[in-house]
């Protein structure tokens, strides 16, 4: 992440799509300069490059233009290099999760959970949530998976303490089976961990 990552992002693309030039106005210049900075500068350097490359290999000029891409056009090549980056750090994103046996996803989910998300979700109490969206998608929530583990952990909570108030037809039998869940839950987390 910085501005010189942004500059060779530039360096690169434009070998084969020149840059607006804006018959020597630097302000202009200046300006488009500050532009891509700010829209592109938040990448990782490694992603630029990679998103630089791609635009190369993959921007047909007759059909997109022989000048330099959209800010917006440049933004959606980093999204999708950072999204390869990201898949290539967490291989098992690329496998079938029916290749991987129960136990393993428990025990993968239980190392996850020792992550400082992991222990931020103990904290705030929606840990068991994350376990289980670890278990299924073998990997920790990120964006708005993290918003809805929450959700679920506060609903799950609410409707077992309906339950126990008796606002629920076997709302005892239904608050004894979410509680045995739970500790299923914290039982996995410790031992497999």
Request: aromatic share 8%.
């Amino acid at each position: 992440m910085s501005a010189e990552g942004v500059k060779k992002f530039i360096a690169v693309v434009e070998l084969c799509f020149p840059r607006p030039q804006f018959d020597g106005d630097d302000v202009r210049q200046g300006a488009w300069m500050a532009v891509m900075a700010r829209t592109l500068g938040g990448y990782p350097d490694d992603v630029l490059g990679e998103a630089a490359n791609r635009i190369l290999r993959d921007r047909v000029p007759k059909r997109d233009g022989r000048f330099f891409p959209s800010p917006a056009e440049c933004e959606e090549s980093c999204r999708a290099a950072l999204r390869l980056k990201q898949t290539a750090e967490t291989p098992l994103l690329s496998y079938a999760q029916a290749d991987i046996p129960y136990e393993d996803r428990c025990k993968l989910a239980a190392t996850l959970m020792q992550s400082p998300l992991g222990k931020l979700a103990r904290k705030e109490g929606w840990q068991e949530s994350m376990f289980y969206f670890c278990i299924d998608h073998g990997r920790v929530p990120g964006g708005q998976e993290l918003d809805q583990c929450k959700k679920i952990a506060k609903e799950a909570a609410e409707i077992r303490e309906g339950c126990l108030r008796g606002e629920y037809e076997f709302g005892g039998a239904w608050s004894r089976y979410a509680e045995s869940m739970v500790r299923k839950a914290r039982e996995l987390m410790e031992k497999t961990s």
